[in-house]
């Protein structure tokens, strides 16, 4: 009997410690395993309808300059969401700032749901786009409190993989209401069903998230937050930029390029959204791995260059493999994602990590909203300078960091460390090594 009990012990004891060792290896912990259901509970409500909201504003009534502007939209308000965000985030708390995010959003759902006319779109989308916007900040300061360092891109890129399981789920249930429902009708039966998520949301939000005891704090101000943004951060800013214009320029129209120039049905779009969805989850842990013994600056030049290459093979995508081999770049666009979101919260100063991820984001997406605005312009010439010239883009953007990208703040380094540039010259060598050999394969 006894030696029946230390086998039971002894079996138990060995699951907890794979548990554990699972645990270690992929950062979590209960804050992390809360937030990461959270996102996908959220995320399926609100990806179900809004991949579809182009096709939607065109059925209608709308123009593409309405869909050009919903694009602009999206970038401009996102860049003052996420600034507001960190704002909030620092000042009430995180559970407080995601429960207000979601009601928030749910009000714009209602409006679409209420009212089909293209401009009431754009006034919902006022509303239902803030919670990705909002929350993101709050996020990657709970990660980088919460996580130790060497798994902070670990962190991010599980938190990147779980909202990558709406973003496929989603658009497939939304596709399906299309297609028995027609655009109009299935439009707003994905809203409703965002909306009743949204319910869920909440309650899931108040009863499971705990708030730490914490000293409340005021967030610097939008100049102070600029001003403490370093050298290094600032080139990643700019490179960022300009790889921004290169996916936001043919954004709004990618769906527009697949179902109305090359006549793929809602359901088969669905099926190519599926496909970047699960080629980027497949590379997030690996990749996350790969950031512990490689260097940052390797793994985000890699993802520019897919940023770079994807409006043109989409423009010479035409028929479904060729689409299925365009989306799967598409999903690639991940590869160094997570880890570029690590670096700018491995760049700000602590203390301050949500407010200055946000003014990150403000200026990012103010300056590429004016880009997208030109989407329609360029569209209305043809397809061909749309992707174009976005494609042009990615290029200078990644050039760019290639050339002046840093892996850490420099600066800071050099003030509290005399060995940096030991340090940093052999990482240096190390990424023009790692960067050589990946071109030569």
């Not at 869909?67 to 969401?81: E, I, K, P, T, W």
């Not at 989850?281 to 600056?297: H, N, Q």
């Amino acid at each position: 009997m006894k030696s029946d009990c230390e086998a039971v012990n002894k079996n138990k004891n060995e699951k907890t410690t794979k548990i554990n060792k699972a645990g270690a290896f992929f950062g979590i912990n209960t804050s992390m395993l809360t937030m990461l259901l959270m996102a996908v509970v959220i995320g399926l409500g609100e990806k179900m309808g809004e991949r579809f909201l182009p096709v939607y504003i065109l059925a209608i009534g709308g123009t593409t300059f309405a869909v050009g502007l919903l694009n602009a939209m999206d970038n401009f308000l996102s860049a003052a969401y996420s600034c507001i965000g960190g704002y909030i985030s620092d000042w009430l708390g995180y559970k407080k700032a995601l429960f207000i995010y979601t009601c928030i959003a749910m009000f714009g759902y209602a409006v679409i749901i209420a009212f089909p006319v293209w401009q009431a779109v754009l006034i919902g989308a006022v509303f239902f786009i803030s919670w990705t916007a909002l929350s993101l900040p709050a996020i990657l300061s709970l990660i980088s409190a919460t996580v130790k360092k060497e798994k902070q891109t670990m962190g991010v890129s599980l938190h990147s993989l779980s909202r990558r399981i709406p973003m496929a789920l989603g658009p497939v249930l939304g596709g399906v209401f299309i297609t028995f429902y027609g655009i109009k009708t299935g439009a707003r039966i994905s809203f409703a069903a965002a909306f009743i998520l949204g319910i869920f949301a909440l309650w899931f939000i108040h009863r499971f998230i705990k708030e730490k005891s914490r000293e409340k704090c005021r967030p610097p101000k939008l100049r102070d937050s600029f001003i403490k943004i370093s050298k290094e951060l600032r080139i990643l800013l700019l490179s960022d930029i300009f790889i921004r214009f290169a996916e936001q320029i043919p954004y709004a129209f990618v769906v527009v390029w697949v179902m109305q120039n090359n006549g793929i049905s809602a359901a088969s779009f669905s099926m190519l959204t599926v496909v970047e969805m699960i080629t980027a989850m497949l590379i997030y842990i690996p990749v996350a791995y790969l950031s512990e013994k490689t260097t940052s600056k390797l793994l985000i030049s890699i993802t520019f260059g897919f940023f770079t290459i994807f409006p043109l093979i989409l423009l010479f995508s035409t028929n479904m493999p060729l689409l299925i081999f365009a989306f799967v770049i598409r999903g690639l666009k991940e590869f160094g994602e997570p880890t570029r979101k690590a670096l700018i919260v491995k760049l700000a100063p602590e203390g301050n990590k949500a407010s200055i991820f946000g003014t990150y984001y403000l200026i990012r997406d103010v300056v590429v909203s004016i880009a997208a605005l030109s989407s329609a312009l360029l569209w209305n010439v043809s397809p061909s300078a749309n992707f174009l010239t976005a494609a042009l883009f990615g290029t200078i953007g990644t050039t760019i960091f290639i050339l002046f990208g840093k892996d850490e703040n420099l600066t800071h380094n050099e003030t509290h460390n005399t060995n940096c540039s030991k340090t940093n010259s052999t990482r240096h060598r190390k990424y023009l090594k790692g960067f050589t050999n990946h071109l030569a394969h």
